[in-house]
């Protein structure tokens, strides 16, 4: 049986953080592919709901290289943005193969051997981008498998339809509970549940204002939560909520019942459907042989380089792999900062 060839690099991932990563190698002469395991391009927004919105405008939320177009509306739907990632990938013509799932990666020597659903695939180094969308995480409370009623992560969540005439807790205190908030009470029974009250920007401030002052903060070295990138913006499903007087969150349920649950005061009451806005951990799993992975999911980096394996990056997975590198326009600076390093590592590794 024939070996597998050796690539210069593997970037697992076929989304927004692949994407960049690939663009900052495309000059280079290295051997490398994308592996994604989607079966179309788009990343993770081929999975968000169906109202799903940026709040920043299409010009703030690009990657490298080329600006994404106008859109008809001023924050690009979930739509746009798959159709941008789409034609991106198109217009560097990078190198995808899909569908592509990572089962594991061992060491074979100076080599990654990555095992996969369509076989084996061997690379010299290794770039992880696959974000975190298809690991959603829903924190542990006293009788939730007792619970008779629907739960369900924002990540399986596509319109209200489905939860009208429905008593409904929306649990989380980002802008995704607060977009589902409010279009969920437009039909249901809706109840927002937060750990503390949710910070709301003033209404003239988006997503593009929110990122350069976080960045300056960030570049001076300030790491105070005010302004920060998960306070919720005020797009306008969001000050529609609020006009309509539900755009206000109670403290969490102590436990689960099976028919609803049970407020710290005591009270219990019905509940038909929770809805988990919760976030994510990263999907790595597939890492798990090469024991790098800490107790909740992550891997030491330095920067985004693993500090226990070389010739291992990781690239979007938030801040400890780079400021802002979850989002589209802030995951520049750490892709661009990954494929340096790689092309210096191969070159060292290859010099007499």
Avoid at 23 to 34: K, M, P, T
Avoid at 286 to 292: C, G, S
Wanted: aromatic share 10%.
């Amino acid at each position: 049986m024939n070996e597998s060839p050796v690539r210069d690099l593997i970037i697992v991932g076929g989304g927004q953080s692949a994407l960049a990563t690939a663009y900052h190698l495309q000059r280079s002469a290295l051997d490398f592919v994308l592996v994604d395991e989607q079966s179309a391009p788009g990343g993770a927004w081929q999975h968000g709901w169906e109202s799903l919105r940026l709040f920043s405008p299409a010009d703030a939320s690009s990657l490298p290289g080329w600006l994404m177009p106008r859109t008809a509306s001023l924050y690009p739907s979930r739509l746009d943005v798959i159709d941008y990632l789409t034609q991106y990938e198109k217009r560097y013509s990078f190198p995808v193969h899909r569908p592509v799932q990572v089962q594991s990666v061992e060491r074979a020597g100076s080599l990654f051997r990555l095992l996969t659903n369509q076989g084996e695939y061997r690379t010299r180094t290794l770039v992880c981008a696959t974000g975190s969308w298809s690991n959603p995480y829903i924190p542990a409370y006293p009788g939730s498998e007792n619970f008779q009623g629907r739960q369900l992560h924002s990540a399986h969540y596509f319109s209200p339809a489905e939860f009208a005439g429905k008593r409904v807790l929306v649990v989380g205190g980002g802008n995704s509970a607060a977009q589902i908030l409010a279009e969920v009470s437009k039909v249901a029974n809706a109840t927002w549940v937060t750990l503390t009250e949710p910070t709301f920007l003033p209404d003239e401030v988006d997503g593009r204002y929110l990122f350069q002052a976080a960045t300056q903060r960030f570049q001076a070295g300030d790491t105070r939560t005010g302004g920060s990138l998960a306070d919720v913006v005020m797009v306008e499903p969001v000050k529609e909520a609020r006009s309509r007087g539900v755009l206000h969150s109670v403290r969490p349920f102590t436990a689960l019942t099976p028919t609803g649950v049970i407020w710290p005061d005591g009270r219990t009451e019905a509940v038909d459907a929770v809805i988990w806005c919760t976030g994510f951990r990263p999907a790595l799993a597939f890492l798990e042989p090469l024991d790098v992975l800490t107790p909740d999911g992550k891997v030491e980096v330095a920067g985004t380089r693993s500090v226990r394996q070389p010739g291992l990056w990781l690239v979007g997975y938030g801040s400890w792999t780079g400021f802002a590198s979850a989002t589209l326009i802030g995951v520049n600076r750490s892709a661009r900062q990954t494929a340096q390093e790689v092309i210096g590592f191969l070159q060292k590794a290859t010099s007499p």
